[in-house]
């Protein structure tokens, strides 16, 4: 059976996280560099009920709302201690550089995301 440890680019497909701080809305800047995000972790000190995505073309640079097709912000309303697929996956095919945005202020405590990816063939 394949693991995720014989692929060269990672080591897991758990080992990258947003952190947003309390009191904060905007994570770290993550670089998916080598894989594609497949979904997202939502824990329970999680507070809110929609969260979206900054993406970039570079971990630094300037960060911009990640559209559907269609124009809208691509969002997902989630609660906490849940698993969100990304369901469109060609809406963020091809994005490196991404963070991720909390609609409400996180009150209680830093909240981690554990992000799912897998590497890029």
């Keep these: 059976m394949t693991n995720t440890a014989q692929f060269s680019t990672i080591s897991d497909c ?5 952190t ?5 809305t ?8 080598g894989t594609e995000m ?3 972790f939502i824990p ?3 507070d809110g009920t929609t969260l979206f995505f ?19 912000r691509f969002d997902i309303v989630t ?3 849940n698993y969100e697929p990304i369901r469109s996956l060609a809406v963020i095919a091809g994005v490196r550089f991404v963070r991720l945005v909390c ?5 209680t405590t830093s909240t981690v995301f554990t992000i799912a990816s897998r590497p890029l063939s």
């Design 38 to 40: 497949v979904g997202l």
């Design 103 to 107: 609609v409400t202020a996180q009150s």
């Design 26 to 33: 905007v994570s770290n800047s993550v670089d998916l560099g």
């Design 44 to 46: 329970a000190e999680f």
């Design 54 to 72: 900054e993406v970039s073309t570079s971990l630094t640079g300037t960060y911009v709302p990640l559209r559907n097709g269609d124009g809208s």
């Design 14 to 18: 758990y080992n990258l996280q947003f």
């Design 20 to 24: 947003v701080n309390a009191g904060e």
């Design 79 to 81: 609660a906490a201690s």
